[in-house]
C-alpha cells in the first residue's frame, strides 16, 4: 500500500506521520484492496487560536467508491485518532456492502412516506445587505448511472451530506440529501418539468 502524506500550511512533522502510520498499521486487513491513501495535514492559519485550526484530510480510493475522511481541531493527535476511527468505519463498511458494490446483490432502499409538510419560514428583518457567497465550486467528472442506494453509500462513505447523480432506474439527475432527523431525502425533477 502507498501512503501519500503531505502537509500543507504547517512544517513537515516525522512525529506525526509515525503516529498516523502506526494507527493504520493496527487495520491492515481493511485496506487489502487499496493501492493508494492520500492524507494531507494542515494548519489553517486564518483560524490561528480558534478551536478548529488543524484539520486532517484522508482519500482512499477503493476499486468501486472513494472513501474521504475530514476532521478539524485544536489537536492534531487527537484529530487523527478520530478520523481513523471514521476511516476504519468507512472501510468496514464498505466491505461489509461489498457483494452490493461488485453487483452480486442489488442496492435496497427504503420507500419513504408520501406525506409532504409544509416548511415554517422564520421572519427575517431585512435582506437588505445580504449577500450569499459560493464558497467553492464542483464539476462532475463521471455521471455514471448508479441505484439509490449506491448513491446513498457514496455519499456516506465520503462523509457528505448530498450525492447529485444519474439514477439508473429513472435515468434522471437526482439528489440525495440527509435531513437533519437522519432521514434520507430524494430530490429528481417531475415529469411535466420544463426547462
Request: charged share 30%; aromatic share 8%.
Amino acid at each position: 500500500m502507498n501512503m501519500n502524506i503531505s502537509f500543507t500550511g504547517m512544517e513537515h512533522s516525522a512525529a506525526l506521520k509515525k503516529y498516523l502510520e502506526e494507527k493504520i498499521s493496527k487495520h491492515e486487513e481493511l485496506f487489502k484492496d487499496i493501492n493508494t491513501i492520500d492524507v494531507v495535514f494542515k494548519e489553517n492559519v486564518h483560524a490561528k487560536g480558534i478551536d478548529k485550526d488543524f484539520i486532517l484530510d484522508i482519500n482512499v480510493l477503493l476499486p468501486k467508491a472513494l472513501v474521504r475522511v475530514e476532521e478539524r481541531g485544536p489537536d492534531m493527535y487527537a484529530i487523527i485518532d478520530k478520523g481513523t476511527d471514521i476511516l476504519f468505519r468507512r472501510l468496514r463498511r464498505y466491505y461489509d456492502r461489498k457483494e452490493n458494490w461488485e453487483g452480486v446483490t442489488p442496492w435496497k432502499v427504503l420507500e419513504a412516506q408520501d406525506t409532504i409538510e409544509e416548511a415554517i419560514e422564520e421572519e427575517i428583518s431585512s435582506f437588505a445587505d445580504y449577500a450569499p457567497r459560493i464558497a467553492r465550486r464542483v464539476k462532475l467528472e463521471n455521471m455514471t448511472p448508479m441505484s439509490e442506494g449506491e448513491a446513498i453509500e457514496k455519499m456516506e462513505l465520503m462523509g457528505d451530506m448530498q450525492i447529485l447523480f444519474k439514477n439508473s432506474e429513472t435515468g434522471k439527475i437526482s439528489m440525495i440529501y440527509s435531513a437533519p432527523n437522519g432521514e434520507y431525502v430524494m430530490v429528481e425533477p417531475s415529469e411535466n418539468l420544463s426547462l
